[in-house]
């Protein structure tokens, strides 16, 4: 099988793997980087459990070749905090009880990432519409839209 | 299972030498959020991956002499944020705005949106309303201009030779007296496939309509325009017997399929009702 050499700036820094040129992002990430907080949901672009920001933007890690972040930045949930070191957004989905089974919280984290970075003060509605990607079986979202608002009105970040 | 060879261009030069070079089975990619699906489920199997996405000069937004240019590797966020693309051609904004969900957006582009084929696809219905046209380019010579409706041939099947690839989308400026409206109707609002999309254009003087244009998305093997119904609907007063009437003729223009989605002949009362709503929506003046 042949073989590419990428090199991906994760969480700030630089590391190299071995690809193939089907593999994709989340492949790499969690088996070759151990990334595993990005996590594998349905592995075709509906749950966006697998989000990472990858450039600045939010994308679904399972619909980007490795190749393609040759070179480039990756942020998961990991570069946004971490259990010593939490973001304000991972504290207010635990104040807020916005957490039930977890599976799409890493996913849910970098969308909402992705919006404040952007826009520090979303209404409701631009929240609802940032996470509209990333699907939650267990909250009915009310609590993650709440988290996510708190953080803005605070300026938490 | 084999080898795939992947290669990232930096120009359209590097394109067409690579793709002379090898005489495999060629994949253009871009953003990848079909092309990994279709992979994974073995619907395609490329030798060599061309990975058009570093093309930073097929990635614009430009309006110029009343034409709007839209580079094939623009992606559908970049359409959400354009304030050329929400002033000038709402429908388009709209449709790009409804396209799957923002993860995906910040992914597809719209030459690959168009280059799938898909008989959903969003960017189609407002682009055939808008009478866009593709521009392609394939090896060194001179590139063509298709008219988008006659770009598609069937489901994941267009005009586009193998090794040709879609520089860019234009489109000419609607009047100021144009208005018009995208509606898409899917399962749910947030990465929902269309189950019918509709767009449509109109430029009314009084009462009577002097241009209409029509295309519908998932109700036939491509995207389509409705030429019966654009040509009756012009030079008409449209009053609500009209709108009656056409809305059922419309159902003989479309043959729709049963699917996962919905059934055809719920996808023929949908688009009757698709477009009594939106023409009513137009008439009442609203720029959406």
């Given amino acids: 099988m042949k073989t590419y050499l990428v090199e991906i700036k994760l969480n700030g820094e630089w590391q190299k793997a071995e690809v193939t040129a089907k593999e994709t992002l989340i492949e790499v990430?969690?088996?070759?980087?151990?990334?595993?907080?990005?996590?594998?949901?349905?592995?075709?672009?509906?749950?966006?459990?697998?989000?990472?920001?990858?450039?600045?933007?939010?994308?679904?890690?399972?619909?980007?070749?490795?190749?393609q972040a040759n070179g480039k930045e990756v942020t998961t949930l990991k570069g946004i905090g971490t259990e010593e070191r939490p973001h304000p957004l991972q504290k207010s989905f635990v104040q807020h009880g916005a957490v039930q089974c977890g599976f799409c919280t890493a996913g849910m984290i970098v969308s909402a990432k992705a919006l404040l970075d952007h826009n520090s003060k979303p209404s409701r509605d631009e929240i609802r519409e940032a996470i509209s990607g990333n699907l939650c079986r267990c909250t009915g979202y009310k609590k993650i839209i709440n988290a996510i608002q708190d953080v803005a009105l605070e300026s938490k970040l | 299972m084999n080898e795939?060879?992947?290669?990232?261009?930096?120009?359209?030069?590097?394109?067409?030498?690579?793709?002379?070079?090898?005489?495999?089975?060629?994949?253009?990619?871009?953003?990848?959020?079909?092309?990994?699906?279709?992979?994974?489920?073995?619907?395609?199997?490329?030798?060599?991956?061309?990975?058009l996405s570093s093309l930073e000069n097929l990635n614009y937004i430009r309006e110029e002499n009343g034409i709007i240019a839209i580079g094939a590797l623009t992606t559908i966020s970049k359409l959400t944020a354009s304030e050329i693309i929400r002033n000038q051609s709402p429908i388009l904004f709209s449709a790009a705005s409804l396209l799957g969900n923002p993860l995906t957006r910040n992914r597809a582009t719209i030459g690959g949106n168009l280059a799938d084929a898909s008989p959903a696809a969003d960017m189609a219905p407002p682009l055939l309303a808008l009478e866009a046209f593709v521009h392609t380019k394939r090896g060194e010579g001179e590139g063509r201009e298709i008219s988008l409706d006659k770009f598609f041939l069937g489901p994941n099947k267009t005009v586009l030779a193998e090794d040709e690839i879609i520089t860019h989308i234009t489109f000419s400026k609607p009047k100021d007296s144009a208005r018009g409206i995208y509606i898409k109707l899917g399962l749910r609002n947030s990465m929902a496939i269309s189950v019918v999309s509709i767009a449509l254009m109109i430029e009314m003087e009084g009462k009577v309509c002097q241009k209409a244009r029509v295309a519908l998305g998932a109700v036939s093997p491509t995207p389509i325009r409705v030429y019966r119904l654009e040509k009756n609907l012009e030079g008409k007063e449209i009053d609500q017997e009209i709108i009656q009437e056409y809305s059922v003729i419309l159902k003989e223009e479309i043959s729709p399929i049963s699917d996962i989605r919905a059934s055809a002949e719920y996808r023929k009362l949908a688009t009757s009702v698709l477009f009594k709503r939106a023409i009513q929506e137009v008439l009442k003046g609203e720029k959406t």
């Fill in chain 1, 29 to 67: 990430l969690r088996n070759k980087l151990g990334a595993t907080e990005v996590k594998n949901g349905c592995g075709k672009g509906d749950c966006g459990s697998c989000a990472v920001i990858f450039n600045g933007k939010a994308v679904n890690s399972c619909l980007t070749l490795a190749l």
């Fill in chain 2, 4 to 51: 795939i060879d992947y290669i990232t261009p930096k120009n359209l030069e590097e394109v067409f030498r690579a793709v002379e070079k090898k005489k495999r089975k060629i994949k253009f990619i871009a953003g990848c959020t079909n092309v990994i699906p279709y992979m994974r489920g073995e619907a395609i199997s490329p030798e060599l991956l061309i990975d």
